[in-house]
């Protein structure tokens, strides 16, 4: 358990967050977010009960390891059942066994050990808090204490949230948050990016530290400046340091600034980075270089809105929202001694995990179409669209380096093609990528009739000719050889259209 900030410290950074969220997923999220901090478990889930029934009990949000298989749900559903009909809180460390549940086989349950508090408003259930380990555990009287002190605190939020009942029917996705956010160059159609755009709608509007987690090339410094954009603070500056960029006894001056004579070559004043954010954002990524010694320091000006340059007795007040990003797990760097517990608390008041391009699959023909056109313009080439092949090969491959290796990628294909070339293909692929391509190719051949190649072959010949003209559909009727009604007939048989 952690305390290395005090209990009640975090409730006060958590409240002013939630009274700030109209979306339901992101109170959800939030609340899930300090289960995990809190109580170190395996898994937290959130169960929520129809309002307009107080019947249909659902489950709306897990994290951790929580796979949500049919025996977990079952004990779920049993476990919830039996809170809210003796109202009050079910523990126990060793579920398996309990003697409440007999009649289940629980043998091939990952969970071992679980913890459920009802959340209450007024005389009715909003719904109950979940977590669970895998391994035995002897819950102290305060874990049980924190848990069911986090679920009267939250519930009454959950009544200020628009509609409740939305969760217990089809929703359709937020067109008009994808289209705000292209504004910001972050594109993307899948489930996991528009949750990750919900979670930068509810930070835009809070003037809170933000911690952003995701692998290496997935556009962390991108979403800090969306966040920045949309924010409060947009008319400040957004200023953005690579920790790892600079030698360890640089970085100190970079932050905080100096002051002449402070050390050789030190000639004059300088401000630092924190200083030159003033009004605005200061982003750092790699935030997990920082050396301990300057963790240490920016824990001061965390704490105390101050900073001092080095070689001065003289502290200086700012105003400065930080969003700092890792590609590894803080969490782990503070288990391992390398990052210092005090400030990951610090910084951890409002994180947010940033899918990779493999979670985002769906995404990559927008994302390559989207460079591709970039690219071709900076280069003054042709292309303008990607043939069906290429993006199969595309979407089938392994990127390690997420978008950034995505955008190098296009990059160099658009370099290689010849400059009145209309169509990237694979038949542009550099020598190195010959081999997987035609290994993408030929599995993909095996899954599929001569029926869909026969569609797929003349779904290309129509978007080609469509390129050659400007997607003029007379025109490139003409050019086939059939009339204009066929062609529109074909291209909504065949679901071609230019975007």
Same mark, same amino acid.
């Given at each position: 358990?952690?305390?290395?900030?005090?209990?009640h410290?975090?409730?006060?950074?958590?409240?002013?967050l939630?009274?700030?969220?109209?979306?339901?997923?992101?109170?959800?999220?939030?609340?899930?977010?300090?289960?995990?901090?809190?109580?170190?478990?395996?898994?937290?889930?959130?169960?929520?009960?129809?309002?307009?029934?107080?019947?249909?009990?659902?489950?709306?949000?897990?994290?951790?390891?929580?796979?949500g298989?049919?025996?977990?749900?079952?004990?779920?559903?049993?476990?919830?059942?039996?809170?809210?009909?003796?109202?009050?809180?079910?523990?126990?460390?060793?579920?398996?066994?309990?003697?409440?549940?007999?009649?289940?086989?629980?043998?091939?349950?990952?969970?071992?050990?679980?913890?459920c508090?009802?959340?209450?408003?007024?005389?009715?259930?909003? $719904? /109950? @808090?979940?977590?669970?380990?895998?391994a035995?555990?002897? &819950?102290?009287? =305060?874990?049980? *204490?924190?848990?069911?002190?986090?679920?009267?605190?939250?519930?009454?939020?959950?009544?200020?949230?628009?509609?409740?009942?939305v969760?217990?029917?089809?929703?359709?996705?937020?067109?008009?948050?994808?289209?705000?956010?292209?504004?910001?160059?972050?594109l993307?159609?899948s489930?996991?990016?528009?949750?990750?755009?919900?979670?930068?709608?509810?930070?835009?509007?809070?003037?809170?530290?933000?911690?952003?987690?995701?692998e290496?090339?997935?556009?962390?410094?991108?979403?800090?400046?969306?966040?920045?954009?949309?924010?409060?603070?947009?008319?400040?500056?957004?200023?953005?340091?690579?920790? $790892? /960029? @600079?030698?360890?006894?640089?970085?100190?001056?970079?932050? &905080?600034?100096? =002051?002449?004579? *402070?050390?050789?070559?030190?000639?004059?004043?300088?401000?630092?980075?924190?200083?030159?954010?003033?009004?605005?954002?200061?982003?750092?990524?790699?935030?997990?270089?920082?050396?301990?010694?300057?963790?240490?320091?920016?824990?001061?000006?965390?704490?105390?809105?101050?900073?001092?340059?080095?070689?001065?007795?003289?502290?200086?007040?700012?105003?400065?929202?930080?969003?700092?990003?890792?590609?590894?797990?803080?969490?782990?760097?503070?288990?391992?001694?390398?990052f210092?517990?005090?400030?990951?608390?610090?910084?951890?008041?409002?994180p947010?995990?940033?899918?990779?391009?493999?979670?985002?699959?769906?995404?990559?023909?927008?994302?390559?179409?989207?460079?591709?056109?970039?690219?071709?313009?900076?280069?003054k080439?042709?292309?303008?669209?990607?043939?069906?092949?290429?993006?199969?090969?595309?979407?089938?491959?392994?990127?390690?380096?997420?978008?950034?290796?995505?955008?190098?990628?296009?990059?160099?294909?658009?370099?290689?093609?010849?400059?009145?070339?209309?169509?990237?293909?694979?038949?542009?692929?550099?020598?190195?990528?010959?081999?997987?391509?035609?290994?993408?190719?030929?599995?993909?051949?095996?899954?599929?009739?001569?029926?869909?190649?026969?569609?797929?072959?003349?779904?290309?010949?129509?978007?080609?000719?469509?390129?050659?003209?400007?997607?003029?559909?007379?025109?490139?009727?003409?050019?086939?050889?059939?009339?204009?009604?066929?062609?529109?007939?074909?291209?909504?048989?065949?679901?071609v259209?230019?975007?």
């Amino acid at each position: 358990m952690n305390e290395a900030i005090p209990y009640h410290e975090r409730l006060l950074e958590l409240l002013p967050l939630l009274n700030r969220q109209t979306e339901l997923q992101e109170i959800l999220r939030l609340v899930a977010g300090e289960m995990m901090t809190l109580l170190r478990p395996d898994a937290a889930t959130i169960q929520l009960i129809n309002p307009s029934t107080q019947e249909t009990v659902r489950t709306v949000f897990r994290q951790g390891i929580d796979e949500g298989n049919p025996l977990m749900n079952l004990a779920k559903t049993v476990i919830s059942g039996w809170v809210f009909k003796y109202n009050k809180t079910f523990q126990s460390d060793n579920f398996m066994a309990d003697r409440r549940f007999t009649g289940t086989d629980w043998s091939a349950l990952a969970m071992r050990s679980v913890i459920c508090t009802p959340m209450r408003l007024g005389d009715g259930f909003v $719904g /109950a @808090l979940f977590v669970f380990y895998t391994a035995k555990a002897a &819950f102290r009287e =305060t874990e049980v *204490a924190r848990l069911e002190r986090l679920a009267d605190l939250v519930s009454p939020y959950f009544r200020h949230v628009q509609d409740l009942t939305v969760l217990f029917q089809t929703s359709l996705p937020d067109s008009a948050l994808l289209k705000k956010y292209e504004a910001a160059t972050l594109l993307g159609k899948s489930a996991p990016f528009l949750e990750l755009l919900y979670s930068l709608e509810a930070a835009s509007q809070c003037d809170v530290r933000v911690l952003l987690e995701g692998e290496s090339g997935t556009g962390k410094e991108r979403v800090a400046r969306a966040i920045h954009r949309y924010s409060s603070r947009q008319s400040g500056p957004f200023v953005a340091l690579d920790c $790892g /960029a @600079l030698p360890a006894h640089l970085i100190e001056s970079e932050l &905080f600034g100096h =002051t002449r004579g *402070a050390f050789t070559g030190a000639d004059r004043d300088k401000k630092g980075l924190i200083e030159v954010a003033e009004g605005g954002i200061l982003f750092l990524d790699e935030i997990s270089n920082l050396p301990l010694e300057v963790q240490s320091k920016l824990l001061r000006v965390l704490q105390e809105n101050e900073i001092r340059p080095v070689g001065s007795s003289k502290s200086r007040r700012v105003d400065v929202r930080f969003i700092a990003a890792a590609s590894s797990s803080l969490r782990d760097q503070v288990a391992n001694g390398h990052f210092r517990e005090d400030l990951f608390y610090r910084l951890y008041v409002y994180p947010i995990r940033i899918p990779n391009l493999a979670e985002r699959a769906e995404d990559i023909p927008l994302l390559a179409l989207h460079f591709m056109k970039r690219f071709s313009g900076e280069q003054k080439k042709s292309v303008k669209s990607l043939s069906r092949p290429m993006i199969q090969f595309l979407k089938g491959r392994s990127w390690r380096g997420n978008i950034r290796e995505l955008e190098n990628f296009i990059e160099r294909m658009v370099t290689v093609i010849p400059a009145d070339g209309l169509v990237l293909d694979v038949s542009h692929l550099p020598r190195e990528f010959e081999e997987e391509a035609n290994s993408a190719s030929l599995v993909a051949k095996t899954k599929v009739s001569l029926r869909k190649r026969l569609q797929i072959a003349e779904r290309d010949i129509l978007t080609a000719a469509l390129e050659k003209v400007e997607w003029n559909q007379s025109a490139a009727a003409r050019t086939l050889g059939i009339t204009e009604q066929v062609m529109r007939y074909r291209m909504k048989r065949l679901n071609v259209s230019r975007f």
